[in-house]
C-alpha cells in the first residue's frame, strides 16, 4: 500500500484529478445539443490546433525504430504526417464550409446522399468510436500495471469513469479543454525529460558516440 502513495504514483493522481477538474469546468453551463456537440463555435485557432495535435499526434517508438533500421524511418513518418495536415487545411478543410450547419459527419453524409446514409454512418460512427475508446483504455490499464503496479481493472476503470464523468457533462466543451490542458503537460514535460536523459548520458554528443555508425 505504501509505494501506491510515492512520487510517481501521486504525480499520476494529480494529473487525472486536474483534468477531471478542468473538464468539469469547462463543460459547465452547456444549454443544447448543439452547444453540447459545437460549443457554439466559440472555440479560438489556438485552442483548435491544439486540440487537433492532442488528438492526432501519436506516439512513435522512436527509440526502437532507430535502433532496429535507422533514423531515415521515423523521420520520414513524422515529415508525412506534417504533410498530410497540410494537404487537409489547404485543400478538403475548405470544402467543408457548405456543412457548417451540421453537427456530426452523419449529417454531412445524410446532406450529400440521404437519410440511409446518414443512419449507416451513424451507426458505424458509433461502433467506431466505441473500440477507439476500447484500445485506448486497454493501453490506459495495461501502462497503470506495468509502470505502476496498479492492476490492470483499476487503470481501465478509473480512466474510464474519469473520461465519461467530463465528457458526458461539457460535451466537446469539456474535451477540448482537456485536449488543451494535456497537449501544454506534454509541451512543458516533454523538454524536461529529454534534458534529464541527455544528463543522465553524459550530454548529446555521448548518445551520438554511442549510436552504431550503421544507424
Not at 501521486?10 to 463543460?27: D, K, P
Not at 492526432?56 to 517508438?61: A, L, S, Y
Not at 456543412?99 to 453524409?109: A, E, I, P, R, Y
Amino acid at each position: 500500500m505504501v509505494h501506491l502513495l510515492d512520487t510517481d504514483h501521486l504525480i499520476v493522481y494529480a494529473f487525472l484529478l486536474f483534468t477531471l477538474i478542468v473538464g468539469w469546468w469547462a463543460g459547465r453551463g452547456v444549454k443544447d445539443m448543439r452547444e453540447y456537440v459545437l460549443a457554439n463555435k466559440r472555440f479560438g485557432t489556438v485552442a483548435l490546433v491544439l486540440t487537433f495535435l492532442a488528438t492526432n499526434t501519436g506516439i512513435i517508438n522512436v527509440v526502437d525504430e532507430i535502433e532496429k533500421i535507422g533514423i531515415i524511418l521515423p523521420v520520414s513518418i513524422i515529415l508525412g504526417l506534417a504533410i498530410r495536415h497540410c494537404i487537409l487545411a489547404l485543400f478538403i478543410a475548405p470544402k467543408m464550409a457548405p456543412f457548417s450547419k451540421s453537427l456530426t459527419m452523419g449529417d454531412v453524409m445524410g446532406t450529400l446522399y440521404g437519410n440511409n446514409s446518414q443512419i449507416i454512418t451513424g451507426v458505424l460512427g458509433f461502433f467506431t468510436a466505441i473500440c477507439i475508446a476500447g484500445m485506448e483504455l486497454i493501453v490506459l490499464g495495461i501502462l497503470c500495471e506495468s509502470l505502476l503496479g496498479l492492476d490492470y481493472r483499476w487503470g481501465v476503470n478509473l480512466g474510464g469513469v474519469i473520461l465519461a464523468i467530463y465528457s458526458a457533462h461539457g460535451g466537446i466543451k469539456a474535451v477540448t479543454a482537456t485536449d488543451v490542458f494535456q497537449f501544454l503537460v506534454l509541451l512543458i514535460v516533454l523538454p524536461i525529460i529529454a534534458v534529464l536523459a541527455l544528463d543522465h548520458a553524459g550530454g548529446i554528443k555521448a548518445v551520438f558516440d554511442q549510436v552504431p555508425t550503421t544507424k
